[in-house]
């Protein structure tokens, strides 16, 4: 079955940098998009950036452009979530998340990593 | 951006009962559009896509309609699992990817 499993969450200072991973399994992951979707404390989704299967397109919310850098390494099974800058409303959950098929839906999701950025 | 309108925000109905969640559109997004269901201290689990369509392992019980600006999710007899937090999202203008801000379904 189909795994994402989140990494590299936790608490850091306003201005500092913080590198997510989410290692897959259970699929063909170099053949699918990847989402990293986040979630404030109580608060609803939120999309953040996707990537292409190749890697070759990359897209963010305007709010985390340029601070935010998503990448992949398909030989390793792995989606990554540079994050520069870092800032108190960037504080949630970040999920990793598989694209279903040809839309950007999601189809599964990992279980979450907990980025707090506070003083 | 298009901008994704959850009505009602809070929704509470008895076991057993018909659910009718409704989401609009500032601008038409086709048929792009999907439905997920999160429960405290989960990841959210997509129920609907293309507006209409289930997915795999998804009861019957759920279903969704609409297109353009004006959707609906519809559960038809609640159970005890359903209750939970559910989110509309649009994949049909982006980026961003654009979600409505949930509609909790409590127990009445």
């Known amino acids: 079955q189909v795994q994402l499993v989140e990494s590299g969450g936790g608490v850091v200072q306003p201005g500092t940098s913080l590198r997510l991973s989410c290692a897959a399994s259970g699929f063909t992951f170099r053949s699918y998009g990847m989402h990293w979707i986040r979630q404030a404390p109580g608060k609803g989704l939120e999309w953040v950036a996707v990537?292409?299967?190749?890697?070759?397109?990359?897209y963010y919310m305007d709010a985390v452009q340029g601070r935010f850098t998503i990448s992949r390494d398909n030989s390793k099974d792995t989606l990554y979530l540079e994050m520069d800058s870092l800032r108190a409303d960037d504080t949630a959950v970040y999920y990793c998340?598989?694209?279903?098929?040809?839309?950007?839906?999601?189809?599964?999701w990992g279980q979450g990593a907990l980025v707090t950025v506070s003083s | 951006e298009i901008v994704m309108t959850q009505s009602p925000a809070t929704l509470s109905v008895s076991p057993g009962e018909r659910a009718t969640l409704s989401c609009r559109a500032s601008q038409s997004v086709s048929t792009y559009l999907a439905w997920y269901q999160q429960k405290p201290g989960q990841a959210p689990r997509l129920l609907i896509y293309g507006a209409s369509t289930r997915a795999t392992g998804i009861p019957a019980r759920f279903s969704g309609s609409g297109s353009g600006t004006e959707f609906t999710l519809t559960i038809s007899s609640l159970q005890s699992e359903d209750f939970a937090v559910y989110y509309c999202q649009q994949y049909n203008n982006w980026p961003p990817i654009t979600f409505g801000g949930g509609t909790k379904v409590e127990i009445k």
């Open positions: 990537i292409w299967h190749d890697g070759t397109q990359k």
């Open positions: 998340a598989r694209i279903l098929g040809q839309t950007l839906a999601v189809a599964d």
